[in-house]
């Protein structure tokens, strides 16, 4: 358990270091994601952008486990 808080530390220093380069990505703007926004409203809904993201992260930790 301990490993994996360290290593999860690690991932997320590492992205807010890369930030300001990870921000010009496209995720939560590709076809799929549903976005909503009226007068007193916004919706916001990242399908396609959390599916990526979920086969990303299986993919790793698939490939820490071996």
């Known amino acids: 358990m301990q490993r994996a808080f360290i290593i999860a530390g690690v991932v997320l220093i590492v992205a807010g270091l890369l930030w300001p380069w990870l921000g010009k990505l496209p995720f939560g703007r590709l076809p799929g994601d549903?976005?909503?926004?009226r007068e007193q409203f916004g919706l916001?809904?990242?399908i396609t952008s959390m599916v990526l993201l979920s086969l990303l992260l299986s993919l790793l930790f698939w490939l820490f486990r071996r």
């Not at 549903?34 to 926004?37: D, E, F, K, L, N």
């Open 34 to 37: 549903i976005a909503v926004r």
């Open 44 to 46: 916001y809904v990242p």
